[in-house]
């Protein structure tokens, strides 16, 4: 079945590191694909989306790419900042079911 | 507000009690979401809606839950007799007609708590 694979955390940086969050899945056919982050307190948000291979999806200086070869949506930030601090999910879209990752939570340190 | 409501925000309930929630999708959504989501775990699918259609039920999803949308507008989640594994938050997700595999919208959640 279709499923997501993303790394363990916590991870704690400091401010300004660069971030990266590995992020692989299993799927059939084309999957869309998507980074959701919670806020402490807060609800679900769709932080970046791709929709097909070699897409980059973009948003608040995060992004990731679609690879299809390596199956990977890994997300970046060149400098991360104190309110970045959240819970990543990696998570794909095929056949209109969504499938979450188990999350990453970041901290960061001023 | 325009976005996903469910309610309550919170449940406390004694095991075996019934418990019931709504979901209110953004205006125009004709796919609704049901999800379970547990401390330090990612939001794990329990069922869908194409308008009021159920076309999908996880088999996670024990005959104690139940869940409906009978003019394709708000949803409920029923859970009957409650145990203390069903504790958990219990989020609803919308997305809009037309193009396939595209991004849901999620409400707050309710958190259910069985003691």
């Known amino acids: 079945g279709n499923s997501v694979t993303q790394m363990e955390g916590p991870v704690t940086l400091s401010e300004e590191a660069f971030l990266t969050i590995n992020c692989t899945y299993t799927a059939t056919g084309y999957p869309s694909l998507f980074w959701y982050v919670q806020y402490p307190g807060e609800g679900l948000q769709l932080l970046l989306k791709a929709t097909k291979a070699d897409d980059k999806g973009s948003n608040k200086g995060f992004e990731a790419t679609y690879r299809k070869e390596t199956t990977s949506f890994h997300l970046e930030k060149g400098s991360v900042q104190v309110s970045d601090s959240a819970v990543y999910f990696c998570?794909?879209?095929?056949?209109?079911?969504?499938?979450f990752g188990k999350g990453t939570r970041l901290h960061i340190l001023p | 507000d325009t976005g996903v409501s469910q309610n309550p925000r919170h449940k406390i309930t004694k095991r075996g009690q019934n418990v019931t929630f709504r979901c209110d999708p953004i205006s125009e959504h004709n796919r609704l979401y049901w999800y379970r989501q547990t401390l330090g775990q990612g939001p794990e699918f329990l069922t869908y809606f194409q308008n009021e259609a159920q076309l999908e039920k996880s088999r996670l999803l024990s005959d104690r839950f139940s869940a409906e949308r009978p003019k394709g507008s708000f949803s409920t989640l029923e859970i009957q007799r409650t145990e203390q594994g069903d504790s958990a938050m219990y989020l609803c997700?919308?997305?809009?007609?037309?193009?396939?595999?595209?991004?849901?919208?999620f409400g707050q959640g309710t958190r259910l708590t069985v003691v």
């Open positions: 998570a794909l879209n095929r056949d209109d079911k969504i499938i």
């Open positions: 997700a919308s997305s809009p007609p037309g193009q396939l595999n595209t991004e849901a919208f």
